[in-house]
């Protein structure tokens, strides 16, 4: 995934500046760093756990200069130039509310240029579909890479339908395009995995 996103940012300008919603251990900023010596990332991540590993994976390697970690929200970010692109990895799929999730993606929006690039990712499945029960059985033993009892994947699988929104990959695509970006193309899928780039629209939502 990161190489194609890496292909699809490629365009944007030598000193590009990217937000990364929901950055974790700073991986996908580490990639691109690498790849983009000049360009510069704001890491916004509510786990300060994380933002600690982010934070320390940038010094390692010899990018932390060109980071700044935000602990918290993004809604918490102070204003700032409008960024030129955004990555937001495995994030709005724990939104469950539809509008929150729109209201998250219209916030990432609201903080690119007009044009700006969006790479996304999500878990997103028709879970009513019949395919979908052996699909996620598949896909919990990918997660554990071990042989699991029958008890431990119904435990998974209540947690999915609890605290995950897997929504059909339509679904997802209509919510991006309804928070200012145009039609989402999907560049990747693994399993459950599914990921977009799409642009925000010059006039916003």
Avoid at 144 to 162: G, H, I, K
Wanted: one cysteine or more; glycine letters at 6%.
């Amino acid at each position: 995934m990161h190489l194609l996103m890496a292909s699809i940012f490629s365009p944007l300008p030598d000193d590009a500046r990217m937000l990364c919603v929901g950055a974790g251990t700073g991986a996908e900023i580490h990639f691109l760093a690498e790849r983009f010596p000049a360009w510069t990332f704001v890491a916004v991540e509510p786990s300060s756990r994380m933002v600690d590993v982010a934070r320390t994976r940038a010094a390692r390697h010899g990018f932390a200069d060109r980071c700044t970690f935000h602990t918290g929200y993004l809604e918490s970010l102070p204003a700032g130039e409008p960024f030129d692109g955004a990555a937001s990895l495995l994030v709005s799929q724990f939104l469950l509310d539809p509008r929150e999730r729109t209201d998250f993606f219209r916030a990432i929006a609201d903080r690119l240029k007009p044009g700006g690039l969006l790479a996304t990712s999500d878990l997103a499945s028709d879970t009513e579909a019949p395919h979908y029960t052996g699909l996620l059985e598949v896909w919990l033993r990918t997660m554990t890479a071990t042989d699991l009892s029958p008890e431990r994947v119904q435990q998974m699988r209540a947690a999915y339908n609890r605290d995950v929104a897997i929504l059909p990959v339509p679904t997802v695509e209509a919510l991006i395009s309804s928070a200012g970006f145009d039609r989402p193309v999907q560049f990747y899928q693994a399993g459950l995995i599914h990921a977009w780039y799409c642009r925000r629209l010059q006039t916003g939502a």
